[in-house]
């Protein structure tokens, strides 16, 4: 005979009361959820059918983003190096197909927002820093050695907006020309105040190769299966912007040659390189090749300068490319051909055919820096303002439908020529306020450079004063400084550089060689 203890009895109840339990709440989580994401689905398709369901389904994709920057700022960093390194400024159209990237520009039904989406991505990022800052009790935000040059061109900025306002400027004109000083300065301090390891600076630089990887898959794409190889009628394959990202990683090979060999990131450009010229060629953007040539002497004469035992070897790589490239350029300027095609672009920005295209660009912008200097002229000092159609004494020809040219720009408003545009609305003192910013960067560049230990770090603030050289020169020629990626770009250079002293160590990884 069985005999049960009343205290087993009383636990089994008690275990078939809480399986009870806890079978109700598994119930009612059940019927939660399922209430939960039956009214989602309906929440969402109603909203698909009103705004689009592209929109709503990138709802998760940007909650997931916001949680990741909230939890890791550094991974806002990145991401705004991979928007300005890869993604297009406008809807990337390939086969009849447009891919929308509503990043640099709204959706249409929220086209007219005071910003754009990477603008709001920035100033959330800085948000989410600060918070990070104020839980550490590290301060708030730091400006470092070019907060002050920064402010006083930005200063300057809010005058000629103010000034542009007061003469009745045009107010969706003026916010269009100040956003890319804006995300300048946003990016610049972004750079400044997240990175605080040496290894990121590494990381950031496998995004500009494996980003440039990925942007001359798409440019051979294009040329193989868009054009077919028949490109003697195409004016470029890429935005124009994507050039100057070719040829500064064209520079980072050259200074991996010759100053520092970090040998992952050295091998792995090289694997790109030969497809990544083939593409720039295709892209035709005859600045960028003078311009890089003015990037790449600045950088190796300060290899030169910092390297005094290689300065034999480094003058007779410098006479051999002279001669080279001289060569190069007196043979094959006059050739037909896709290999001609540098040459050509070279000797066309001084010297263009009469019966080219080229021809009638140069002419373009030299009527139009004539009637820049005119406009000049009518308020030196103090300069147009922001939001007027600069005067045109030689009246410029329409390059396309609505006043916009072929990169949707006001080009009554956004010249080609943004140093000259710089001076026509700022006048002298933003002029020269410009300059100090430029001239700031690059004087404290130099000097971080001479004190900097560590190789690395080293060969990236050479490539970093030879890539500002490349963006002002481009920028005398078309719109680099108006450009939203170019100037993100910059601006996160800006940052880096300045941020290199305090990441210095003598320590070598070994890997390195």
């Not at 269009?176 to 290894?199: C, K, Q, T």
């Not at 720009?409 to 410009?434: D, T």
């Amino acid at each position: 005979m069985e005999i049960r203890s009343p205290l087993a009895s009383k636990g089994r109840d008690t275990a078939s009361l809480l399986l009870s339990d806890r079978k109700r709440s598994d119930l009612f989580l059940f019927l939660s959820l399922f209430s939960g994401m039956l009214c989602l689905v309906f929440l969402l398709v109603a909203g698909g059918i009103s705004i689009g369901f592209g929109l709503i389904l990138a709802i998760p994709v940007i909650l997931l983003i916001v949680a990741l920057i909230v939890r890791w700022p550094m991974f806002g960093f990145y991401l705004i190096a991979v928007s300005a390194l890869a993604i297009d400024s406008d809807p990337v159209v390939v086969k009849s197909i447009t891919i929308n990237f509503y990043l640099y520009y709204w959706p249409t039904g929220l086209t007219g927002f005071i910003d754009r989406p990477i603008g709001l991505l920035m100033l959330f990022i800085l948000l989410v820093s600060i918070c990070h800052n104020l839980l550490k009790r590290q301060g708030v935000l730091h400006g470092g050695k070019l907060l002050l040059p920064f402010l006083f061109f930005m200063l300057c900025v809010a005058y000629g907006v103010a000034y542009g306002l007061a003469t009745h400027g045009d107010f969706k004109i003026i916010v269009l020309e100040i956003r890319p000083f804006e995300y300048l300065f946003l990016s610049y301090l972004l750079a400044y105040n997240l990175i605080r390891h040496r290894d990121q600076i590494r990381h950031f630089f496998w995004l500009v190769i494996v980003c440039a990887g990925v942007r001359t898959l798409y440019g051979l794409f294009i040329v193989v299966f868009v054009f077919h190889g028949h490109l003697a009628a195409q004016h470029g394959i890429l935005p124009h912007e994507e050039s100057f990202f070719f040829v500064a990683l064209i520079l980072l090979v050259i200074l991996f040659s010759l100053h520092y060999r970090y040998r992952p990131q050295f091998y792995a450009a090289l694997c790109i390189l030969p497809f990544l010229l083939v593409v720039l060629v295709a892209n035709n953007r005859r600045a960028d090749y003078l311009a890089f040539l003015v990037g790449a002497a600045v950088a190796l004469f300060l290899v030169f300068v910092v390297k005094p035992h290689t300065r034999k070897r480094l003058i007779a790589i410098l006479v051999v490319c002279a001669i080279l490239g001289g060569g190069y350029v007196a043979l094959f300027s006059n050739m037909s051909g896709a290999f001609a095609e540098p040459a050509r672009g070279i000797v066309s920005i001084f010297k263009p055919d009469p019966s080219s295209s080229d021809y009638l660009s140069n002419l373009y912008r030299t009527n139009e820096i004539i009637d820049l200097k005119y406009t000049v002229m009518q308020s030196p000092l103090i300069g147009y303002g922001f939001g007027k159609q600069f005067l045109q004494p030689i009246p410029l020809g329409d390059l396309g439908a609505g006043n916009v040219d072929l990169n949707g720009n006001p080009f009554q408003y956004i010249p080609h020529n943004n140093i000259y545009w710089i001076w026509m609305r700022l006048g002298a003192i933003g002029y020269f306020a410009f300059w100090f910013l430029i001239g700031a960067v690059i004087v404290r560049g130099c000097q971080i450079m001479r004190r900097l230990k560590d190789p690395y770090l080293q060969l990236v603030s050479i490539y970093i004063i030879g890539v500002i050289f490349i963006e002002i020169m481009v920028a005398y020629a078309d719109y680099q400084l108006y450009i939203f990626r170019n100037v993100i770009y910059v601006g996160l250079l800006f940052g880096i550089l300045m941020k290199l002293p305090a990441l210095d160590t003598k320590e070598v990884n070994p890997t390195d060689g």
